[in-house]
């Protein structure tokens, strides 16, 4: 997953729907509150979408 590191640190757990991505990589589209979910094959894609998501937090 791609993010803002300003925002969210590499490295965080990111649940989306249920699903946990980590956060490994930066993107020139990908500022503030936008991220980017890799996905291995173009028919998994889902466009863009407006979700909730939940950080893990350490503790």
């Known amino acids: ?21 980590v956060a490994e990589d930066c993107g020139g589209a990908v500022k503030n509150n936008v991220i980017d979910v890799w996905v291995e094959h173009q028919s998994n894609s889902f466009g863009v979408k407006y979700k909730e998501i939940y950080i893990k937090r350490e503790k």
């Open 1 to 21: 997953m791609a993010v803002d590191p300003k925002i969210i640190p590499y490295g965080s757990e990111i649940m989306i729907d249920g699903q946990i991505y």
